[in-house]
């Protein structure tokens, strides 16, 4: 069920996807961009997920694009999952149509050819301390956001200049960037849960010194990802246009 759809939306995602690098990363942008944007906003509301139709701040932006590589697949060879993850940050699909299994990266990391063993330690030593270092750069983009959202709705409060129908899209993007704050955090944890079964199935399989530096690794970021993820988040909730209710914000997408 959570795949219903996925041929027609990975489809075009390959014509969509076949450009150089950009940002962080992620696809450089193409003539497909805005309407997989629109795409995504139109599905993530009809699944009822806030959806605010503001431009997004230079910050916001810098968000969106470092949580792409935070909640995509580790390794570049799990391809479809990857598609799957690239189409739940644009929104197209919900976030939980990502795969949850923690072999996925050790299946990956050996089933291609390596020159030895230490090649696979060392890649995953190194996925590990790079996600200490974009997660250290989320939180301090998050930290910006979250001032900004409550400088937001401080003024959205206070003035009466404020539009009423203005007041739905600002508490719909303050739930929008908190969901991909919480949304990541959640992603992290399940990297680091993935990089501990492929050291451990490392061991059993292929047993070297140089897992030492990949359980260092590991650990550094274990412990980088507590402080990043203990955000101030302002939890707005919404009832429909009247600003407060009990429905709990959604970190889906």
């Not at 197209?92 to 072999?103: C, D, H, K, M, Y």
């Not at 990266?105 to 190194?126: M, T, W």
């Not at 990802?225 to 246009?241: E, H, K, M, N, T």
Request: hydrophobic share 45%; aromatic share 8%; glycine share 8%.
């Amino acid at each position: 069920m959570r795949r219903a759809g996925l041929p027609a939306v990975l489809t075009g995602f390959l014509l969509a996807g076949c450009s150089t690098a950009g940002d962080f990363g992620r696809p450089a942008p193409s003539v497909f961009d805005d309407l997989l944007s629109s795409a995504g906003t139109v599905s993530a509301a009809a699944r009822g997920e806030a959806a605010s139709w503001f431009h997004l701040t230079d910050d916001e932006q810098r968000l969106r694009d470092r949580a792409w590589r935070l909640v995509m697949p580790s390794h570049e060879r799990n391809h479809v999952e990857r598609l799957i993850s690239d189409f739940a940050h644009r929104r197209i699909l919900p976030a939980e149509a990502q795969s949850g299994a923690v072999a996925d990266y050790h299946r990956a990391l050996v089933g291609g050819s390596f020159a030895s063993q230490a090649s696979r330690y060392n890649r995953l030593a190194d996925d590990a301390l790079s996600d200490r270092e974009l997660i250290g750069e989320f939180h301090a983009t998050a930290l910006r956001v979250i001032a900004a959202d409550r400088a937001r709705l401080r003024t959205m409060e206070a003035s009466p200049r404020i539009a009423p129908e203005r007041r739905d899209p600002a508490y719909d993007r303050v739930v929008e960037n908190e969901g991909i704050m919480l949304w990541v955090c959640e992603r992290m944890g399940f990297r680091l849960a993935s990089y501990r079964y492929a050291l451990d199935n490392l061991v059993v399989e292929m047993p070297s010194r140089d897992a030492v530096r990949a359980e260092r690794a590991i650990m550094a970021l274990e412990a980088a990802i507590g402080p990043a993820c203990r955000l101030p988040l302002i939890g707005v909730f919404r009832d429909g246009g009247a600003g407060r209710s009990e429905r709990p914000v959604s970190y889906k997408g």
